[in-house]
């Protein structure tokens, strides 16, 4: 399976996303900075990823202190260091808020204590993350036929994960059960997650793989060649809207069109209770060289006006279910988002 993130004793190891799939490199993070700059410049991505980063950037910042002074001014400061690096993905604040429930109940303890909790729980947070992507796998695996061809974007397989991934985990669990599974990737424009990313994991895993530019979705589902898509998420409302990569909304609204279910896959972790509906989810911004250039090579003219929003929100009414690893969520979704939590 594909390393993501690990904790080791030298810091933080994490694949560099950004130079794949032609560079494999491993790269050490030994302080909270570097971790909340890894985020943001998308050295590692995907909301449960960014999640294990930030659990993991905490207690690396605690873990450097070499004294009890100051230290609850400097563990809140750790913490707004990696609050600040993305406002999207709800996996990063559940992450700090995690971390900070067991500072709560040890920070009257001596220095070393508190740091071997931290530590214990963002390696906690990583192991169970593999372990509910599996669990989602296997609740989502059910929904497709024995013979399914799966349209994907964005990138939410092990990459955006601890491991094995939410949407693309579904896949590898259809795929282990003995299904016959055809994949359609778009390529994800600006950041191209689905032509860097999600070929790579599939062609790593040998499983059939078709990769497609963004706007030929609709031409594929026209013509009858695909019988599903699924997606992951950045946030997930409590009304069922979903935050996604921006081109999500499109896809879906294409796949409504066309009769064909639209899945999410997502962990409890990124559905937020307290977010109403998709309207309160901030939607950031990136820097507009994401989209006039590629890897330097200029594609626009310097002048030009540029918007580069990185997600974009599905309405619930174009969601057929959501698949989390306490099982599958259908409209109504504020009645059925809220049992799942229940469980």
């Not at 260091?81 to 700090?96: E, K, Q, S």
Request: charged share 25%; with cysteine.
């Amino acid at each position: 399976m594909i390393r993501t993130i690990e904790w080791t004793d030298q810091g933080v190891v994490m694949i560099d996303q950004r130079l794949l799939p032609t560079e494999e490199v491993y790269n050490t993070y030994q302080t909270v900075e570097e971790v909340a700059e890894a985020i943001k410049t998308m050295v590692i991505r995907g909301a449960p990823a960014i999640g294990v980063a930030a659990a993991m950037g905490v207690a690396l910042g605690v873990n450097n202190l070499t004294s009890k002074e100051n230290l609850q001014e400097n563990f809140a400061r750790i913490c707004q260091t990696v609050h600040d690096t993305r406002p999207t993905a709800r996996n990063l604040f559940w992450a700090i808020e995690r971390m900070k429930d067991v500072w709560e109940r040890h920070k009257e303890s001596p220095l070393q204590e508190i740091q071997a909790a931290l530590k214990e729980e963002a390696i906690a947070v990583h192991r169970e993350d593999i372990e509910i992507n599996r669990k989602i796998g296997e609740y989502g695996k059910q929904l497709f036929s024995e013979k399914t061809n799966v349209l994907t974007h964005c990138n939410a397989g092990a990459l955006a994960t601890a491991g094995y991934g939410t949407a693309l985990g579904v896949i590898r669990a259809a795929v282990e059960s003995g299904k016959d599974i055809q994949v359609f990737a778009d390529e994800t424009r600006p950041f191209l997650q689905g032509s860097r990313l999600t070929a790579w994991e599939m062609m790593k895993e040998n499983i059939p793989c078709t990769l497609i530019t963004d706007n030929m979705a609709g031409h594929f589902m026209k013509s009858g060649q695909v019988q599903a898509v699924i997606v992951g998420a950045d946030r997930i409302a409590r009304n069922g809207d979903v935050a996604n990569k921006i081109g999500t909304y499109s896809v879906a609204v294409l796949a409504k069109e066309h009769g064909i279910p639209f899945y999410v896959a997502a962990p409890l972790s990124t559905l937020d209770l307290d977010t109403p509906t998709g309207e309160q989810i901030p939607i950031e911004q990136r820097n507009s060289k994401e989209v006039t250039e590629i890897k330097g090579q200029v594609l626009a003219p310097s002048s030009v006006t540029v918007a580069n929003p990185a997600f974009d929100v599905t309405p619930n009414r174009l969601v057929s279910a959501i698949i989390t690893e306490k099982g599958i969520a259908r409209a109504p979704y504020d009645k059925s988002i809220q049992a799942l939590f229940e469980k």
